[in-house]
């Protein structure tokens, strides 16, 4: 069975300051991985996705994420936070078909300090 | 178009009333979804419709009902909710079932509040 997990609920950094979260997977397969953000009240827009192609992966907004089979993970980095930066992300898993097309971390709040 | 649209954004209702929830995608994606998020939570699949034929009911209450009229229409049809259900309804659209190659696109959701 897939799962994900975010290491870190919460992440506070400094405008100008470089972005770290962590994401944990684990899967029977090969998995697909993405990176979701929301910014309040909105809808989940699609960061980034490993596909099985290259491990290191680059997004919009200068997000970008790297698939380390070896240690089952996929951190999601950005060298510089902006203050449009703060938001939710969710790190997501997807093996196959079904139940198993999506399976969501809980999570983790971006805030960007000024 | 790479969007998928939701209508109404916001929805206040009655625990007596129906309403409905639309959601539109012209991508040409086969496989269309709604999900449940309350505040702080991570979405939690509901229903999904693999060419226009429901798949997967994740255990969902009869209150919630969908429809899938179209290959770019997804409605869902709601009547004698709890306050608990209030809730973002979010729907998203996939290329196929499984999302894995593609992900999924999501709409920017529906904030229902049942009083």
């Known amino acids: 069975a897939q799962s994900v997990t975010q290491l870190d609920s919460h992440v506070s950094v400094s405008e100008g300051t470089p972005v770290l979260l962590r994401c944990n997977y684990s899967?029977?397969?090969?998995?697909?991985l993405f990176w979701y953000v929301q910014h309040p009240n909105k809808g989940l827009q699609l960061l980034l996705k490993?596909?099985?192609?290259?491990?290191l992966v680059k997004g919009i907004n200068g997000f970008e994420a790297e698939f380390k089979k070896s240690e089952t993970s996929f951190h999601l980095t950005k060298p510089s936070a902006h203050m449009s930066d703060a938001a939710e992300y969710f790190c997501?898993?997807?093996?196959?078909?079904?139940?198993?097309?999506?399976?969501f971390g809980s999570g983790t709040r971006l805030q960007v300090q000024p | 178009d790479t969007e998928v649209t939701q209508t109404p954004k916001h929805l206040v209702m009655g625990m007596t009333n129906k309403k409905s929830l639309k959601c539109e995608q012209h991508?040409?994606?086969?496989?269309m979804y709604w999900y449940k998020q309350k505040a702080k939570k991570p979405p939690e699949l509901m229903f999904v419709?693999?060419?226009?034929?429901?798949?997967i009911n994740e255990s969902v209450p009869s209150r919630f009902s969908p429809e899938c009229p179209n290959s770019s229409l997804l409605n869902l049809h709601l009547h004698a909710l709890q306050p608990e259900d209030s809730a973002l309804y979010l729907c998203?659209?996939?290329?196929?079932?499984?999302?894995?190659?593609?992900?999924?696109?999501f709409g920017s959701g529906t904030r229902l509040t049942v009083v």
């Open positions: 998203a659209s996939s290329q196929e079932v499984s999302g894995r190659a593609y992900g999924y696109t």
């Open positions: 899967s029977s397969y090969s998995p697909s």
């Open positions: 490993y596909t099985s192609a290259a491990t």
């Open positions: 997501v898993v997807s093996e196959g078909t079904g139940r198993r097309a999506l399976t």
């Open positions: 991508m040409g994606h086969r496989a």
């Open positions: 419709y693999s060419y226009e034929k429901l798949s």
